[in-house]
């Protein structure tokens, strides 16, 4: 606060103001400025040609400094970046790759204190070395923050998971299921016959032939989910099946061998092999349903 009490003494006081003011960077201190601020206020009433320099003030610039909440984190984890800085002074903060791209950035404003603080969350696809700096120009601070990539240890989950058996023979089946879903993604299945693995197949194809299956013989499939990391679902569908059994010659399952079975090759004649009722109308296995199957069937009438 400077102020003078008589006419005289103000304008001295007034004079030495407008020099120092004038004057600056040679006269003042030094000291590393950043702003200014000067208040005045005129005394137009009782004496028009006086003001008083009420207040003058240097805000110099405070160091920046940085604290991290946290010096290893994983994807997703928030990190906490405080500090002092200049108080009331917007504070920039970058977030840097080891490429260095700036994987984050964002300004927070420091109080009055100086203090500052602020969030970030570390990006999806962000490994290794991270450099946090706080600050412009060369007042700057920086800290490093290692990202891991933590294993995977969640298992495929199966959402109203389904099990459908179709196709069924004297000695095979179809498997046909839905699909599960997984946190880094379902690479594949597994069937387990009973409680053995019967095979493992790719995450794209959710259906299976089963043969080699003996006739009439039940037989219970569950499928499970694995992922990237060998994570294995363990509430994955089953079902539960018993094969058709086997007289030989008995074409349409009715348990006896007749005319009626001999119909039963005639309307598959010609037909594909991959046709089931044709395939099982191939009674003598030779990739045909002709004459010779309807012999062989014949034999076996009454029997
Ligand atoms: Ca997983
Ligand atoms: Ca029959
Ligand atoms: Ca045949």
New binding site residues.
């Given amino acids: 606060m400077l102020s003078a009490s008589n006419g005289l003494g103000k304008l001295v006081v007034i004079y030495l103001m407008l020099t120092l003011l004038e004057l600056g960077s040679t006269m003042m201190p030094a000291v590393a400025a950043t702003d200014m601020s000067i208040t005045v206020t005129g005394d137009e009433v009782t004496n028009p040609n006086t003001f008083k320099v009420s207040e003058l003030k240097v805000i110099e610039s405070a160091t920046v400094t940085l604290n991290l909440s946290r010096s290893t984190a994983g994807v997703g984890d928030s990190v906490t970046a405080s500090g002092t800085a200049t108080p009331n002074a917007w504070v920039p903060i970058k977030v840097l790759d080891s490429a260095p791209s700036i994987v984050f950035f964002d300004t927070t404003k420091a109080d009055a204190s100086g203090n500052y603080s602020i969030d970030f969350i570390v990006p999806e696809g962000i490994s290794g070395l991270l450099t946090v700096v706080t600050g412009s120009g060369s007042n700057v601070a920086n800290k490093t923050l290692m990202v891991t990539t933590s294993p995977?240890?969640?298992?495929?989950v199966w959402t109203n998971s389904n099990l459908m058996v179709t196709a069924v023979t004297h000695t095979s089946l179809t498997l046909t299921w839905s699909g599960a879903s997984?946190?880094?993604?379902v690479v594949g299945y597994r069937i387990y016959q009973g409680g053995a693995l019967l095979i493992s197949t790719a995450a794209n194809g959710n259906t299976f032939d089963v043969n080699g299956l003996i006739p009439g013989t039940t037989y219970t499939f569950r499928i499970q989910a694995i992922?990237?990391?060998g994570?294995e679902s363990i509430t994955g569908p089953s079902a539960t099946v018993t094969t058709e059994t086997f007289v030989f010659g008995d074409m349409n399952g009715d348990k006896s061998v007749n005319i009626l079975d001999l119909l039963f090759i005639a309307t598959n004649i010609g037909q594909p092999s991959t046709k089931p009722e044709a395939y099982k109308s191939d009674v003598n296995e030779d990739r045909q349903v002709n004459i010779l199957d309807l012999m062989m069937v014949e034999q076996y009438i009454g029997q």
């Fill in positions: 995977d240890t969640t298992t495929p997984d946190n880094t993604g992922d990237a990391a994570n």
